[in-house]
């Protein structure tokens, strides 16, 4: 009897920046690592590849290029239709500017100057989660985990019938484990993402915002059920997401 062979295929990524200094440096890199790469050097050219055929399996997507910006460039491919998975690289680590680029439909976003490898695992994290064909979670109203109900609209959160009382930064950080699930996120990035990319805040402002919402959750850290911590490392949101229907 013949078994199925595995699939071996190397994902498809879609490089668009118009910097050929990361393209020819960051190309080579994600090649080494299992990809197959295409690249753009501005907007216009970018929104060509991701949108022909065939269609890449992941986008990075940088906001500044000539002819049409990176935002721009992924309105466009979100009106077509087309779902694929777009990291966006942006040069300002303000909410506004992260908040903006979530709402317009990317599924992650990173920071210039980055750490190459940092956008690597993001990739492949980000490929784990995606769901052929439909919007990412980030884009997503409400999100369902088990027991488990956010309104990121409304700002509230819900364990079976009782409302999640949170501070704001425990449900911006609730906000964020829900459309990253089963992805290792660093106590930086966390960081980032609840006071920006220069803050006097410490990691330690990270494990009590963590704390918090174990508490209003009932989470155990021994026996997590939401939220486990990966010693030395960071953060892992437990349970699958979807997106309420």
Known sequence: MTRPTPDTRRPSVLLADDDTAITEQLGPLLERSGFDVRTAHDGTAALAAATGAPAPDLVVLDVLMPHMDGREVLRRIRADGAWIPVILLTQ??????????????????????????????RMRALLRRSRTGLPPLASSRVLRAGAL????????????????????KAGALLDYLVTHPDELLS????????WGWESA??????????????RALGDDPAAPAWIETVTGEGYR??????AER
């Open 92 to 121: 300002v680590g303000e909410s506004t500017e992260r908040a903006m680029a979530l709402e317009e439909g990317a599924d992650d976003y990173l920071n210039k100057p980055f750490d190459p490898y940092e956008l690597i695992a």
């Open 149 to 168: 109900r956010v309104d990121r609209t409304a700002r509230r959160a819900w364990l079976a019938d009782r409302e999640l009382v949170l501070t704001p």
């Open 187 to 194: 106590r930086e990035r966390l960081m980032e993402v609840l």
């Open 201 to 214: 805040s410490t990691t330690r402002a990270v494990d009590n915002r963590v704390a918090e919402l174990r």
């Open 237 to 242: 949101f437990v349970p699958r997401v979807e």
